[in-house]
Nanobody
Framework: VQLQASGGGLVQAGGSLRLSCAAS????????MAWFRQAPGKEREFVAA????????AYADSVKGRFTISRDKSKNTVYLEMKSVRPDDTAVYYC????????????????????WGQGTLVTVSS
């Protein structure tokens, strides 16, 4: 099983970026998928997650209203649309997936995800 994240790069503050994470080796149609990030010198933190049944998203307060998570089950892919980015959004972004559904309150926990991608670097310049 592989999760391949892509779409990172250099973007100016206030700009937009779209990250993609394509899964291969198995499908995650019944499992939550999520994005986490890790900034230099900081711990990995939750960004967003999506429910596999109703498509509802859950977001960290720091990105709420600016980022949108979505998925295309036919492509086994999850996306993170990033708008109005800020310098403090600079980080390596990781996608994660689990094989089964989990309650909304647990979607922000890194330990509930079974599979992780390699990360894609997002750098926001001021």
């Amino acid at each position: 099983v592989q999760l391949q994240a892509s779409g990172g790069g250099l973007v100016q503050a206030g700009g937009s970026l779209r990250l993609s994470c394509a899964a291969s080796g198995r499908t995650f149609n019944n499992g939550n998928m999520a994005w986490f990030r890790q900034a230099p010198g900081k711990e990995r933190e939750f960004v967003a997650a999506i429910d596999p049944w109703n498509g509802a998203g859950a977001y960290a307060d720091s990105v709420k209203g600016r980022f949108t998570i979505s998925r295309d089950k036919s492509k086994n892919t999850v996306y993170l649309e990033m708008k109005s980015v800020r310098p403090d959004d600079t980080a390596v972004y990781y996608c994660a997936a689990r094989t089964g559904r989990i309650v909304t309150s647990a979607m922000s926990r890194a330990d509930v995800y079974d599979y992780w991608g390699q990360g894609t670097l997002v750098t926001v310049s001021s």
